[in-house]
């Protein structure tokens, strides 16, 4: 009978990558939106003014942050 | 005939694991939308203030305990 051409620990390893790539694309589009809800309050102008530059970059930051804050206590309960 | 790479007693554990695992990112993702919108009310800050970080804490573990209480019901309803 043949092999299947990637063995447990390719895939495995493929598997991973995958994963980490999807992860990593959901919480792009998560925070996109949610500091967009955040920080664009008033009518999208032809820039992000200084006040909406900062909020964004706060919120991103904010929000991660909180991701693993929640995380971690998750780990401690367990 | 080949054996499979995995057995039938790995494959389940590893299903059972990858399951657990989902599960759990699932509910911190969860904690960490619901807990946003409760608790950063304003403009995101270059830290949380300490009204931010005392309201996440007990906000995650509110959730968690309404979600006990919640299951306990359905289970005595059976």
Same mark, same amino acid.
């Given at each position: 009978?043949?092999?299947?051409? *990637? /063995?447990?620990? #390719?895939?495995? !390893? ?9 992860? *990593?694309? #959901?919480?792009?589009?998560? *925070?996109? /939106? ?7 309050? &008033?009518?999208? &102008?032809?820039? $992000?003014?200084? &006040? #909406?530059?900062?909020?964004?970059? /706060? ?14 206590? $998750?780990?401690?309960? !367990?």
């Amino acid at each position: 009978m043949d092999s299947s051409p *990637l /063995n447990s620990a #390719e895939l495995q !390893h493929f598997l991973d990558q995958e994963k980490k790539k999807a992860m *990593l694309n #959901e919480m792009v589009a998560k *925070l996109t /939106n949610v500091c967009w809800d955040k920080c664009i309050t &008033g009518t999208p &102008g032809s820039k $992000f003014s200084s &006040g #909406e530059s900062s909020c964004l970059s /706060n919120c991103a930051q904010r929000y991660m942050d909180m991701s693993l804050i929640i995380m971690k206590s $998750f780990q401690s309960m !367990h």
